[in-house]
């Protein structure tokens, strides 16, 4: 069996196509956002994960609106202080099917094949923090854009 060369499967630098329109026009978080697993970064891969850097409430809040996916998505929220991890650094709020969820904390969040959610709300910003989503089943750019998933329901 011929031995396989990991470094396929080790994306070292990211794609940045999430957001590319809102270069210019958004503030208080990083745009494009970084995405970091794909199938056109590494093929067969099936999922998708992007990530971007809050660090400031950002303009226009909301930006991600209600929305739903045809498959499961974990969305993190990562706070940056090396010695108290658990604390976000900011305050906010998503809806999921129409139930407000508040938080202050890193978090992690997982969403369902169809469960609606959004818009996404920042009450404040106190420190940056990393926002991440793992889009499971997904690894397709236009798939994975959030309220422009052509296949939402």
Known sequence: MPKMDYNKLL??????????QAVGKHRGHQVP???????????????????SWIYDVPTPNPYVFEHAHNYNEIV?????????PEALGG???IDVNGQPLSFDRTTALFLPKGTKHGPLTWKKVTRPH????IMLGCGDFAKAMPG???DSK
Not at 130 to 133: L, S, W, Y
């Open 148 to 150: 422009r998933n052509p």
């Open 130 to 133: 990393i926002e991440m989503t």
């Open 33 to 51: 956002s970084m995405t970091y697993m794909s199938n056109s970064l590494v093929p067969g891969s099936n999922t998708y994960v992007e990530v």
């Open 11 to 20: 994306v070292r630098k990211p794609a940045y196509e999430v957001g590319v």
């Open 76 to 84: 993190m929220h990562i706070g940056s202080d090396p010695d108290n």
């Open 91 to 93: 305050e906010m709020t």
